[in-house]
C-alpha cells in the first residue's frame, strides 16, 4: 500500500501543546508521513501566557514551496490552522493554488476566535480573509464563533436547536462553497458537547457528543483537527472520522482534567495514541 503524505501549515508553539506539536504526532502516528510547514516560531502559544517570543517566517513560505517544486513532491492532504497575518492567509491561498493536485484534500481550521471573540491579537477584518482561505477548502473546521464570523451573524450562547446548527451548516456551505464541514463546540444540552458534520454534496447531516468537562483546555482544536484530517486521509468517512476526532478529544481533556494540569499547558493525547490507532483500524 503506499503511504499517504499530509502536509501540515501551522506555527510551531514550542510549549503548550497546540498546532505542530500535536499534529506531527498525531498525523505520523495514524501511518501518514507529515511533512511540515511551521509559518512562525513561539516560545509559547499566545492563549494565556505572557511574553512570548514570536519569530514570524512568514518570508521563509514561498522559497520552501519554490525548492519543494524542483523535487516534485505531492501532497495527498494539506492542512492549515492558525495564521498570524493577512499576508499568510494569502500566501497559503497561493501555495494551495501551488501544491494541489487532482486528489488532494485541502482542510482548513479558521482559527481565530472561540467562546464569542475574535482573538485579541487578530483585527476585525480577519474573519473576511479567513473566509476567503475556507473557499478553498474541501473541509473546513470553525468553531461556533468562528462560524458565525465568517458569515457576519452575531454570537449567540447555547444549549442551541438542531434547526439553529443546521441552519449554520448550510449558510456556511453556500458562503465558502467548501464540500464538507465540521462544526465545533455544539452542543444541544448542558451535558454534552460534540461536533456537527455537514457534507454538501450528499446534503448529509451527522453529530458526534461525549459528556462535558468543564474548562477551557488549550490546544483542543487541534487535537481535534488532527484527528479529522488523519482520519479522512486515511479513508474514513465524515461522521466515523467526527466521531473519532470527537472522543479522542474529549478523553484527553478527561485524562488532563483527572491529571489536574495547567489548562493552558494542552492536553494529554499522547497516552490516547495506542487506542487512536487502533480505532482508525491500521
Ligand atoms: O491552537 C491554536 C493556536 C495555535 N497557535 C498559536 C495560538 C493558538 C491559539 O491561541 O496562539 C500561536
Known amino acids: ?22 499534529a506531527l504526532p498525531i498525523i505520523s502516528a495514524t501511518g501518514l508521513e507529515c511533512t511540515v510547514m511551521p509559518t512562525a516560531v513561539l516560545s509559547t502559544h499566545t492563549g494565556g501566557f505572557t511574553g512570548y517570543t514570536y519569530r514570524d517566517l512568514t518570508d521563509d513560505l ?4 519554490d525548492h ?21 492567509i494569502d500566501i497559503v491561498s497561493d501555495i494551495f493554488d501551488r501544491l494541489k493536485e487532482e486528489n488532494t484534500l485541502i482542510v482548513v481550521d479558521p482559527v481565530m476566535a472561540d467562546n464569542g471573540e ?49 441552519g449554520l451548516l448550510k449558510r456556511l456551505g453556500e458562503a465558502t462553497g467548501a464540500k464538507k464541514i465540521v462544526l465545533t463546540g455544539v452542543y444541544l444540552n448542558k451535558d454534552d458537547l460534540g461536533a456537527a458534520t455537514y457534507d454538501v454534496e450528499s446534503n448529509q447531516i451527522s453529530y458526534a457528543f461525549h459528556t462535558i468537562i468543564p474548562g477551557y483546555y488549550h490546544g483542543t482544536g487541534d487535537v ?4 479529522i484530517v488523519a482520519a479522512l486521509t486515511n479513508g474514513m468517512s465524515l461522521p466515523k472520522a467526527n466521531e473519532l476526532a470527537v472522543y479522542f478529544t474529549a ?6 482534567e483527572r491529571a489536574g494540569t495547567d489548562l493552558r499547558y494542552g492536553v494529554n493525547f ?13
Not at 6 to 17: E, K, P, Q, T, Y
Not at 68 to 88: A, H, M, P
Not at 224 to 227: Q, T, Y
Not at 270 to 282: A, Q
Open 118 to 166: 475574535l482573538y485579541k491579537i487578530f483585527p476585525d477584518t480577519f474573519p473576511n480573509g479567513m473566509k476567503k482561505l475556507c473557499s478553498k477548502a474541501d473541509v473546513i473546521l470553525p468553531n461556533i464563533t468562528e462560524a458565525v464570523l465568517m458569515l457576519g451573524e452575531e454570537y449567540k450562547e447555547g444549549p442551541y436547536t438542531v434547526n439553529y446548527i443546521e
Open 251 to 256: 478523553e484527553s481533556i478527561g485524562r488532563t
Open 62 to 65: 514561498i522559497p520552501i514551496v
Open 68 to 88: 519543494w517544486k524542483t523535487l516534485d513532491l505531492k501532497f495527498d492532504s494539506i492542512y492549515t490552522g492558525f495564521l498570524g497575518s493577512f499576508e499568510q
Open 1 to 22: 500500500m503506499d503511504q499517504k503524505r499530509v502536509l501540515a501549515i501551522h506555527d510551531i508553539s514550542c510549549f503548550g501543546r497546540c498546532s505542530l506539536t500535536v
Open 270 to 282: 499522547e497516552m490516547g495514541i495506542p487506542k487512536l490507532i487502533k480505532d482508525m483500524g491500521i
Open 224 to 227: 481535534f483537527g488532527s484527528v
